[in-house]
């Protein structure tokens, strides 16, 4: 057994999902991590599911989520380590909103190299901002989220264009990078992921 394949013969999928906020992340990123058999691990979950718990980490963050602000990096790179050690993990995971600066993909780059696992793919969803803009308006109206007023959606967006759109000239040189069209059908998106996905030679079962 080679060490990119798991007890099952699968090949294993580490693979990063990224998008400015309203990109649909959170839906294609469930349908191809569930086609690959890995867990999603989402950052901005994972703070949600602590707030709503009132634990000391929800405490510690829920200024933060309300105001569109990233969580402080060591914290935040921690929590995905630890996480990324859980058993589910073993034989792949799908970041989502994670990493989302310079240092946090330092961090995850020194994370993955101390346990020989590179990543497999970066899949980007390309959306323009309005459009970005008109699903979080939406989103905001059906869900109610905390963060989903204008103000806080324009600085998510303004901080994705600064800080995270720029990590991916770090990715790039090393040819993990998928950039998708993330405007049209959600099945049309989904198919686009999958033959990107495929051309890497990671079959996702539909
Ligand atoms: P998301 O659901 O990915 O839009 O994340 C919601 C909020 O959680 C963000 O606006 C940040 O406040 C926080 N958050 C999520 N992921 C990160 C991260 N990688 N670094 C710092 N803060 C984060």
Do not use: C, W
């Amino acid at each position: 057994m080679t060490a990119s394949e798991t007890v099952d013969d699968r090949p294993t999928a580490r693979l990063l999902i990224v998008g400015p906020q309203g990109s649909g992340k959170g839906t294609q990123g469930a349908r191809i991590a569930g086609g690959l058999g890995i867990p999603v691990v989402s950052t901005g979950d994972i703070f949600r599911a602590n707030i709503k718990e009132g634990t000391e980490l929800g405490q510690q963050v829920t200024a933060i989520l309300d105001a569109g602000d990233l969580v402080p990096d060591e914290l935040t790179s921690a929590i995905v380590r630890d996480r990324l050690t859980q058993v589910d993990a073993a034989a792949g995971f799908l970041l989502d909103g994670y990493p989302r600066n310079a240092a946090q993909v330092e961090h995850l780059d020194e994370f993955l190299h101390s346990r020989g696992e590179p990543l497999d793919a970066v899949i980007v969803l390309d959306v323009p901002r309005e459009e970005s803009i008109a699903r979080l308006a939406l989103r905001a109206t059906e869900q109610g989220r905390a963060d989903d007023t204008p103000e806080a959606i324009a600085h998510r967006l303004d901080i994705y264009e600064k800080e995270t759109a720029p990590i991916l000239s770090v990715y790039a040189p090393r040819g993990i990078v998928d950039t998708i069209d993330g405007v049209g059908s959600l099945d049309e998106i989904t198919a686009r992921i999958f033959r990107a996905l495929d051309a890497r030679g990671l079959r996702v079962a539909v």
